[in-house]
């Protein structure tokens, strides 16, 4: 499985940005889409998460209400709607997909990582 990510950018706080992630190869082996995050200097953490079936999503404390995560199961597309950022949003964001079905924050639970897109939020 390859991931394609894209929509990174520079924008003012309050801003908004959308993401998407693009999905080829074998993509039926996988069941779950997550968007993870690495600021400078930091881990990576867990943003959102949900599976290419269903209505369910997963959202961090951090940024729920503001971040909508949905699919285009016909285009192999997940896209993450930033609204609202706020400078400490400024990251590296990647995309990374799981064949567990279970929606998990935990980036060892993900077996397939895109390559990333910068997201800078000035204020």
């Known amino acids: 499985v390859q991931l394609q990510a894209s929509g990174g950018g520079l924008v003012q706080a309050a801003g908004s940005l959308r993401l998407s992630c693009v999905a080829s190869?074998?993509?039926?082996?996988?069941?779950?889409m997550g968007w993870f995050r690495q600021a400078p200097g930091k881990e990576r953490e867990f943003v959102a998460a949900?599976?290419?079936?269903?209505?369910?999503?997963f959202y961090a404390d951090s940024v729920r209400g503001r971040f909508t995560m949905s699919r285009d199961n016909a285009k192999d597309t997940v896209y993450l709607q930033m609204n609202s950022l706020k400078p400490e949003d400024t990251a590296v964001y990647y995309c990374?997909?799981?064949?567990?079905?279970?929606?998990?924050?935990?980036?060892?639970?993900?077996?397939?990582w895109g390559q990333g897109t910068l997201v800078t939020v000035s204020s």
């Open positions: 949900l599976r290419w079936s269903g209505s369910n999503t």
């Open positions: 990374a997909s799981s064949r567990g079905t279970f929606l998990s924050s935990r980036r060892s639970d993900y077996d397939y």
């Open positions: 190869g074998r993509t039926f082996s996988t069941i779950v």
